[in-house]
């Protein structure tokens, strides 16, 4: 299971941090992604992180301005978002992928959390 948190509303310029903790099993070995869906869009790519090792993979979007982390302890992840801009406003989910391997499509992505609200006010 999956619980997404941390979304609300920022002027353009700020900054917001969100949440994903996971239960029900270890994760070892797995690829913890965040994507984000705006209004008649696809949902699309943000960042993701091996739960092994850390390697971090971002959509040249959010590159130098997002940062993807990991508590392990906690079995949560988090998404840094800095110098938020209005086309940054989307509902952001984290998804959970059963190897490895980091895939920046969403159908490689099982398990997903219910989604938080990120709005980027001009």
């Known amino acids: 299971q999956l619980q997404a948190s941390g979304g609300g509303l920022v002027q353009a310029g700020g900054s917001l941090r969100l949440s994903c903790a996971a239960s029900g099993r270890t994760f070892s070995g797995y690829v913890m992604g965040w994507f984000r869906q705006a209004p008649g869009t696809e949902r699309a790519f943000v960042a993701a992180i091996k739960w092994s090792g850390g390697s971090t993979f971002y959509a040249d979007s959010v590159k130098d301005r997002f940062t993807i982390s990991k508590d392990n302890a906690k079995n949560t992840v988090y998404l840094q978002m800095n110098n938020l801009k209005p086309e940054d406003t989307a509902v952001y989910y984290c998804?959970?992928?059963?190897?490895?391997?980091?895939?920046?499509?969403?159908?490689?992505?099982?398990?997903w959390g219910q989604g938080t609200q990120v709005t980027v006010s001009s």
């Open positions: 998804g959970l992928r059963a190897s490895a391997i980091i895939y920046s499509s969403a159908s490689a992505y099982s398990f």
